[in-house]
């Protein structure tokens, strides 16, 4: 079955700086989504990606998919105490599938 | 913008009880799915509804659990006889199509779920 492994697990920044959480898949992806919880709250989706090499943007969060589509990025530029929560990346093989979830990084954004 | 809405958002039951968690997906999605999430562990798959008939099951999902859409609206998760370790955030989610032909799946903000 597939294994999402993310790092690191939790992460403090200070407003106003860069970070960035990554996601490896013991197999080649299909889909690879990236979605953020609030603390006791619901999973928002940021964004999905699928094909290799892929880039996305939304604000000040980009995510990408490495060439062979078993890595993911997600960077933030310039944090604010908004951007604070659980973010977790997903895996499904398509076809409207279950999705796997990675271990999630929990960050915190000091002001 | 649609989204997912869950009802509950917080259900306290005494073991053995059965509860009954309620979710509207959004209106034009066809594929519906039940997650959960125990206190400080991962986001887990429980059954995955289609064409009104379950898709695909995890191991968790075992014989206390059913599903349902008794209508064009709700999907409902239903645990017969609760146990302690049912204690957990249960999330609904469905899928689309979406306007840009993506299969992305839409959480619900979960129901929580404790159980006595």
């Known amino acids: 079955s597939q294994e999402l492994e993310q790092s690191p697990q939790s992460l403090i920044v200070q407003e106003g700086k860069n970070l960035t959480i990554n996601c490896t898949s013991s197999?080649?992806?299909?889909?690879l989504y990236w979605y953020k919880q609030k603390y006791g709250e619901g999973l928002i989706f940021l964004m999905m990606l699928q094909k290799g090499g892929e880039e996305k943007s939304h604000e000040k969060i980009t995510a990408k998919l490495d060439e062979k589509k078993q890595q993911s990025s997600l960077h933030i530029t310039a944090s604010q105490p908004s951007h604070a929560g659980i973010y977790l990346c997903?895996?499904?093989?398509?076809?409207?599938?279950?999705?796997?979830f990675g271990t999630g990084t929990k960050l915190q954004v000091i002001p | 913008e649609p989204e997912v809405t869950q009802t509950p958002s917080h259900q306290v039951t005494q073991m053995g009880q059965e509860v009954i968690l309620r979710c509207v997906p959004i209106?034009?999605?066809?594929?519906f799915y039940w997650y959960r999430q125990i206190l400080g562990q991962k986001v887990e798959f429980l059954v995955s509804f289609y064409n009104n008939e379950i898709s695909e099951k995890s191991e968790i999902f075992d014989d206390q659990f059913s599903v349902e859409r008794p209508d064009g609206s709700n999907f409902t998760l239903k645990i017969r006889s609760t146990k302690l370790e049912d204690s957990a955030m249960y999330f609904c989610?469905?899928?689309?199509?979406?306007?840009?032909?993506?299969?992305?799946?839409?959480f619900g903000p979960g129901t929580r779920l404790t159980v006595l």
């Open positions: 989610a469905s899928s689309g199509p979406d306007r840009e032909g993506e299969d992305t799946q839409y």
């Open positions: 997903g895996a499904d093989k398509g076809g409207y599938q279950k999705v796997t």
């Open positions: 197999k080649t992806l299909y889909g």
């Open positions: 209106s034009n999605h066809l594929y």
